[in-house]
């Protein structure tokens, strides 16, 4: 497969998208502050950090001889002064942010299967000589459909496939690929009876043995429902917070997703996807003001700091999204987010119902205790319904858990530690 020509690099980026909504964001939240800032009290509590800061800064303008006067004038100023200050910052960070050096550098592995654009990865050590050379614990690892794959192979230090690949374990990446004419036309029973299923098959050919079954967010879900289909295949399930109960932590929220369907079937019809835009402005929903918020930290980060360089890789990644087929979008947001289908036992594959107490596979449950993504509330109950599943919860975020600093710590080594155990 020839190099991606759109792939994320110095003035070619697209984020934080998209664009518009950010900055309208930013620009209603400002206009809201100052205008009640007349009827506000600055010294009333709060439980929001960003909001804490923010007023600790107006406090402390307000300290300021300039600002001397009566607290009626004195307070709306310091509010203007602050929104203004924030904007600038929220600027400065996306501009830092877009000519920024960074650009991934690792190539992918071999593949060892391909069907259309849907490639199977495998980071096992080999010396050249053939696919029973590479040694190790096999482990298929499943992304979500609206993200690229690389999220676990993001950069030095930060690969969790990478890393595993020195502790034993013989990792295969699941790649979905970009959805063509032929995916565009997939339901979810396609992709886990059709396309994951046959990486399964695949994965035992190349590896001589049954695969982990490792499931990433979206990937995770799908990968109950393979595993419960073809357990013949495994020696494990693997959930890395993977949503199974949509309603678990905010009923109205995850309904409020589900009702924006009619919106974008306009834009469904005419690409027979849902596309990267739209994806993003549904993340946004989940937490409208994080996005600036991340950005006017970035501003004030030490640009070429490690930390500096992993903000972009990872928002890199967040920007370089994938394209929802149409069919599966729909079965996403009205089902899963509206219904609660998985929750309540009406999600089905290939005609038949979902269902985690009918797995009967070693299993290992990870959800992050700091996940905004899928809060684990959502990801929790998958450790209770399936038998003598093993819950991990990690101090950690949906991203953070998989490619962070503290990865390795949080997860890549109670991972690796299980899936020795199936050896």
Not at 38 to 53: H, L, R, V
Not at 127 to 137: F, Q, T
Not at 185 to 190: A, E, G, K, W
Not at 271 to 280: F, W
Request: aromatic residues 8%; contains cysteine; hydrophobic residues 45%.
């Amino acid at each position: 497969m020839s190099p991606r020509t759109d792939a994320p690099a110095p003035l070619r980026r697209r984020g934080p998208r998209p664009l518009l909504l950010h900055l309208t964001l930013a620009m209603l939240r400002s206009t809201v502050s100052r205008s009640t800032s007349p009827s506000s009290n600055p010294g009333s509590p709060t439980s929001s950090t960003a909001f804490a800061e923010a007023a600790a800064a107006i406090a402390a303008a307000l300290r300021d001889p300039a600002h001397a006067g009566s607290a009626a004038e004195a307070f709306p100023r310091a509010v203007g002064e602050e929104t203004l200050r924030q904007n600038a910052d929220l600027i400065s960070g996306i501009a830092a942010y877009r000519r920024h050096p960074y650009a991934r550098a690792l190539e992918d592995p071999p593949a060892v299967w391909a069907e259309g654009e849907t490639r199977l990865l495998d980071y096992g050590p080999n010396d050249g000589e053939g696919p029973d050379d590479a040694r190790g614990v096999p482990a298929l690892f499943v992304p979500s459909l609206v993200n690229r794959a690389y999220v676990l192979d993001l950069a030095p230090g930060h690969s969790m496939l990478r890393w595993l690949a020195t502790q034993g374990v013989r990792p295969l990446l699941l790649d979905w690929g970009w959805p063509t004419e032929v995916e565009r036309r997939f339901t979810m029973t396609d992709y886990v009876a059709g396309r994951l299923e046959r990486a399964m098959v695949a994965a035992v050919g190349a590896t001589g043995g049954k695969p982990a079954l490792v499931g990433y967010c979206m990937g995770g879900t799908l990968a109950v429902a393979a595993a419960e289909r073809r357990p013949e295949l495994l020696s494990g399930l693997g959930l890395l917070a993977a949503p199974w109960d949509f309603h678990a932590a905010d009923r109205e929220q995850a309904q409020t997703l589900a009702r924006a369907l009619p919106l974008f079937e306009p834009a469904m019809a005419f690409n027979q996807t849902l596309p990267i835009d739209l994806l993003q402005v549904l993340f946004s929903l989940l937490d409208p003001w994080g996005v600036a918020d991340k950005y006017r930290a970035f501003a004030r980060l030490d640009q070429d700091s490690a930390r500096g360089k992993l903000f972009v890789a990872l928002e890199d990644w967040l920007n370089d999204g994938v394209p929802l087929a149409a069919p599966v979008a729909r079965e996403c947001l009205a089902g899963w987010y509206g219904e609660n289908s998985p929750a309540r036992g009406t999600w089905r594959i290939a005609g038949m119902p979902v269902d985690p107490a009918a797995v009967r596979l070693p299993t290992f449950v990870a959800a992050p205790a700091r996940d905004r993504i899928v809060p684990p509330e959502s990801a929790r109950p998958l450790a209770a319904l399936i038998p003598g599943a093993v819950l991990h919860e990690p101090a950690a975020g949906h991203i953070g858990m998989a490619a962070g600093g503290t990865a390795e710590r949080v997860l890549w080594r109670p991972l690796r530690d299980w899936l020795h155990g199936l050896g």
